[in-house]
């Protein structure tokens, strides 16, 4: 896959907050970066919205672009605040926004 050389993040995050705010289920997601076995991915959540518990890649880091949301890991839950990075553990883990919230999720795959 080829990719621009440079990426606006404001852009993509107020073009998928926009998006995710239409839908109905209250999110947008668009890959950014597919390297090999690295993925950066933009996902933007309405207030309220979340990802499902989900498998964890091989390594990830959520960087918080704009707005609060928590990993919810084994029933607890991690909040992550805006210019916030966190490491995802290997457990299955989801996404709950509790504000409009823009993440970059950077993951490494098999």
Do not use: F
Not at 35 to 42: A, E, F, I, N, P
């Amino acid at each position: 896959m080829t990719e621009p050389a440079h990426i606006d993040l404001n852009a993509v995050a107020d073009e998928h907050a926009a998006k995710a705010a239409d839908s109905p289920h209250g999110r947008s997601a668009h890959l950014l970066l597919h390297d090999g076995v690295l993925r950066q991915t933009v996902i933007a959540l309405t207030a309220g919205s979340a990802l499902d518990e989900h498998n964890a890649p091989v390594a990830a880091s959520l960087q918080v672009l704009r707005g609060r949301v928590s990993l919810t890991i084994a029933g607890r839950r991690q909040e992550v605040r805006a210019g916030e990075l966190h490491v995802i553990p290997q457990d299955r883990h989801g996404l709950l926004a509790h504000t409009d919230a823009v993440v970059l999720l950077t993951a490494v795959t098999n």
